[in-house]
């Protein structure tokens, strides 16, 4: 069985970084993209980047690019997303996903809030 | 980017109905080489993450009811559920992945009466 778990809640400070991470089970990790998505405000959904874990090439939104950052850990079959600069707009629930024609399995989903 | 444009952005409809939801994307997610439509419909319930239903605009993901329906080409798709269940309560996002980055609609939030 796929299944991606989620690292916890975590509320942090404006300006400080928070380390996500999304650990793979049921399938080869190396095999498929891992994307990871912003949900904020319970409802709009924006996608963040992608990682190949194989070769550990990225894809990033422009949007994100100077916020996010991906990276994986193939002994541990782990996907990590950092984001750094932390501000209010960057309280929202994130997801990791993976991608084969579409997102067919999702993490639970780690919620950040950006709180001093 | 291409923009997704979902509605309505709610209704409300009782067991047993048949539902319709529209998705409108800004250019053709149709990928002329393969035929296929480059857009996916999700449902997310209350609380939990987003789980996949349709991809490539008609095929139903597997372990899917076949109350859920995909259709459209081009820029014009739609969701339907032909007989509305209570455990449909849900919000339900389109993503187009024909370009990057992929884009998701706003949502239809699906109320039952």
């Known amino acids: 069985e796929v299944q991606l778990q989620q690292s916890g809640p975590e509320l942090v400070k404006p300006g400080a970084s928070v380390k996500i991470s999304c650990k793979a089970s049921?399938?080869?990790?190396?095999?498929?993209?891992m994307h990871w998505v912003k949900q904020s405000h319970g409802k709009s959904l924006e996608w963040i980047g992608y990682?190949?874990?194989?070769?550990?090439?990225?894809g990033y939104n422009q949007k994100f690019k100077s916020k996010a950052t991906l990276t994986v850990d193939n002994s541990s079959s782990t996907a990590y997303m950092e984001l750094r600069s932390l501000t209010s707009e960057d309280s929202a629930v994130y997801y990791c996903?993976?991608?084969?024609?579409?997102?067919?399995?999702w993490g639970q989903g780690t919620s950040v809030t950006v709180s001093s | 980017d291409i923009v997704m444009t979902q509605s309505p952005s709610s209704l409300a409809m009782s067991v047993g109905q048949k539902v319709t939801m529209s998705c409108k994307s800004s250019?053709?997610?149709?990928?002329?080489?393969?035929?296929?439509?480059?857009l996916a419909w999700y449902q997310q319930k209350p609380g939990q993450s987003p789980k996949l239903l349709v991809y490539?605009?008609?095929t139903r993901e597997s372990g899917v009811p076949d109350r859920f329906i995909g259709s459209g080409s081009g820029t014009d798709f739609t969701l339907t559920i032909s007989s509305v269940q209570a455990e449909d309560l849900a919000d339900y996002f389109c993503?187009?992945?024909?370009?990057?980055?992929?884009?998701f609609g706003g949502g239809t939030k699906l109320e039952i009466k």
């Open positions: 996903a993976r991608m084969v024609y579409a997102m067919d399995y």
């Open positions: 049921g399938y080869t990790f190396t095999d498929y993209n």
């Open positions: 250019q053709s997610l149709l990928n002329s080489s393969n035929q296929k439509n480059y």
């Open positions: 993503q187009q992945h024909y370009s990057t980055p992929p884009t």
């Open positions: 490539f605009a008609s």
């Open positions: 990682i190949y874990p194989y070769n550990g090439g990225t």
